[in-house]
């Protein structure tokens, strides 16, 4: 692909920047009882709600700040990932955003431990802090306050669509290509906004792709989408950008 003069790269981070999905990992290593509690009550109980609650689950047993720690920074995460980014981010025309349903304080931990905490210039995600020994962790959008008014299928708290729209306001920037890497179904209400110049990297098989063959044409999705398994795919199309 040409280089262009300034571009915008928005990443999904579970399973997209990330080689695992953090909500479902830490559970799945410190506490496999509660992910499957998790897995049945997930159509009942909001998403960020219930790993909220898992995390109060998880701390009344005593599973402690360190371990869940410890378990983000084994999380697998691609070392080509890691050093395409920052390849990159070094050419100095690209921005960095980040568009996650996980959380603020899981996103850090594993940024810190891969030396990756300059990249971003914002991560827009659900906000978490910790409170001693446990998480606490909040939707993005107060489920008491207005709601997204979203058509295209988001489920409730973010919409990526309009969180990209609003960075891009928020922002006052003009970006000559916006490169878009996702996985989830929830990705595909951003790039239903994108332009014919812009660029998806969408991860093969996952629900991303599911949307863009079922519904993509008669949404009139605009940019070029290229498929990826591998993040040294990622890594190789970031060379050229
Ligand atoms: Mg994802
Ligand atoms: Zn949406």
Redesign the pocket.
Do not use: A, R
């Given at each position: 692909m040409a280089p262009v003069d300034k571009q915008l790269v928005v990443f999904?981070?579970?399973?997209?920047m990330a080689d695992q999905d953090t909500d479902r990992w830490i559970f799945e290593v410190l506490a496999p009882d509660l992910r499957r509690k998790m897995k049945t009550l997930k159509d009942e109980i909001q998403w960020t709600d219930l790993v909220a609650q898992s995390l109060r689950e998880a701390h009344a047993r005593g599973i402690k700040r360190e371990q869940i720690e410890n378990a983000l920074r084994v999380m697998p995460f691609h070392p080509a990932m890691a050093r395409g980014v920052d390849n990159l981010k070094k050419t100095g025309r690209t921005t960095f955003l980040c568009l996650s349903n996980s959380n603020s304080v899981f996103i850090s931990t594993i940024l810190e431990d891969k030396k990756l905490t300059h990249i971003f210039s914002e991560v827009v995600t659900n906000p978490a802090h910790w409170e001693g020994e446990l998480l606490t962790l909040r939707r993005r959008v107060d489920p008491s306050g207005p709601q997204h008014s979203c058509t295209v299928g988001c489920s409730p708290n973010m919409c990526k669509g309009e969180e990209l729209e609003a960075f891009l306001a928020r922002n006052g920037q003009e970006y000559d290509r916006i490169v878009y890497v996702?996985?989830?179904s929830n990705d595909f209400c951003p790039i239903l906004r994108m332009r014919e110049q812009d660029l998806v990297l969408c991860r093969s098989h996952r629900g991303l792709q599911q949307r863009i063959d079922r519904e993509g044409k008669e949404q009139g999705l605009k940019p070029k989408i290229k498929y990826w398994a591998g993040a040294w795919e990622v890594e190789e199309i970031f060379d050229t950008l």
């Open positions: 999904d981070f579970d399973w997209s996702g996985d989830g």
